[in-house]
């Protein structure tokens, strides 16, 4: 199995500002995944980040909005731009485990005021 | 995104009732997965079935997928408090990203 840690656990942020999200794991993996899951809501992705490349981003989420970093195989960050009310979730890092199954760090909990 | 629905989105049993979520795609899937969220906790890998009308048992948990591959279901026979959350489905996108079914949200009542 993989250990995930993300941090923060939890911020409130004011409106207009950014937040940098990160996600460590403790061993190599290829793909890592962000999510998003506004309350009592199911998981949406945001984007999947490939090391040495790009993001690939859903359709109705942008780069210019939730830039992801992933300088290694260990490591990614999500960053929530310009933040509004509306960005207020949970944001979850995950990673695919043996090509089954998803692993999941214990989220970051946002409140935009 | 692809997108699975699951019925109910709520259901409220007493303890030591069986309980029932479904699973189902317009498209025909090559796996599924179902995971499951406690309340505050983040989603938990349960199983993966791959097979046309698969069965796997985990204790009291049972999970069947659809002969059509199209629709899968997860039954708790006799739920225990411990069974308090939000269960859900996924599915493999094309880019082996994962995506999440609407949830079913589980209340057990003692």
């Known amino acids: 199995s993989a250990v995930i840690s993300q941090k923060p656990s939890r911020d409130i942020c004011q409106r207009g500002t950014s937040l940098t999200i990160q996600c460590q794991v403790d061993?190599?993996?290829?793909?890592m995944f962000w999510y998003r899951q506004q309350p009592g809501q199911s998981l949406t992705l945001i984007a999947t980040?490939?090391?040495?490349?790009?993001?690939?981003?859903e359709s109705g989420f942008v780069i210019d909005k939730f830039p992801i970093s992933r300088p290694n195989l260990t490591f990614s960050t999500l960053t929530v731009s310009n933040m509004s009310p509306e960005d207020s979730s949970i944001y979850l890092c995950?990673?695919?485990?043996?090509?089954?199954?998803?692993?999941f760090g214990q989220g970051t909990r946002l409140t935009v005021v | 995104g692809q997108q699975v629905m699951q019925i109910p989105q709520y259901q409220h049993v007493q303890e030591g009732e069986d309980f029932t979520t479904y699973c189902n795609s317009s498209?025909?899937?090559?796996?599924i997965q179902w995971y499951k969220q406690r309340p505050g906790g983040h989603p938990v890998f349960l199983i993966q079935l791959v097979k046309s009308g698969e069965v796997k048992k985990q204790k009291r948990l049972t999970f069947q997928f659809g002969e059509a591959k199209k629709n899968s279901s997860l039954h708790i026979t006799a739920t225990q408090t411990t069974d308090v959350g939000t269960y859900f489905c996924?599915?493999?996108?094309?880019?082996?990203?994962?995506?999440f079914g609407t949830g079913t949200s589980l209340t057990v009542i003692p």
């Open positions: 061993s190599q993996v290829t793909m």
């Open positions: 498209t025909t899937l090559s796996n």
């Open positions: 996924a599915l493999r996108g094309p880019g082996n990203q994962f995506y």
């Open positions: 995950s990673v695919d485990w043996g090509a089954t199954e998803a692993f």
């Open positions: 980040a490939n090391q040495g490349s790009e993001a690939t981003y």
